[in-house]
């Protein structure tokens, strides 16, 4: 996040603003690309303020179609400092999810954040999930930079999930008639995220989406 949503995290532990509830997923089942999930990172420190944080009740439904189009969907988090032996919600940030970009098991989600009055407008986060088992943890990153969801950005704040479970679902699109024989049109979806219902239909999509 470079230092930004920190010099706004500063703000609100001098002036102490109460925090507000996250958001709540929605129960939608996505299709598409997708991600989805809850959990809170390890502390990290940040060496400017200096400040020990971490983020905490992170919430995201997140989905597009496979080609990234019509992203939409909610992100939400707090920011909060261990204050003498327990942690003190500094700010919380959320809005409706503007762009994603999921790579396999990688993905950048902007967003508009709305929730907080300290630090509003486009923001980024990045996240990475290495699984269910916990490890390696999945990795949760924040940036408060207006942006795309194109290269990663230097400079983002966070680290692994101890808690909860992060998933990062590409939906894949086939590209030769090959991939849909012997049951291979069962790990591919159309290029509006939508499974295919048998490989007829799979390879249908083949011939009338592939490039001459």
Known sequence: MGR?????????????LPALPAHAATATTPSGDFVVGSGTTADFIIPSIPLTVRYQNIVINARSDPSGANASGIVSFEVAAIVGSVHSVLITVGGPVTCLAVNRNDALIGFNNVTSVLAPGPALIHVIDNGSSGSPPDQFFSDPSPTAC?????????????????????AVVPTARMQ????????????AGHPFRNQGRCVAFVATHSTP
């Open 4 to 16: 930004r949503w920190f010099a706004f995290v500063f703000a609100a532990a001098l002036i102490a």
């Open 150 to 170: 194109g290269e990663t950005p230097a400079g983002l704040d966070g680290g692994p999930v101890v808690s909860g479970d992060l998933v990062v679902h590409d």
């Open 180 to 191: 849909c024989y012997r049951g291979g049109w069962q790990q591919f979806v159309d290029d």
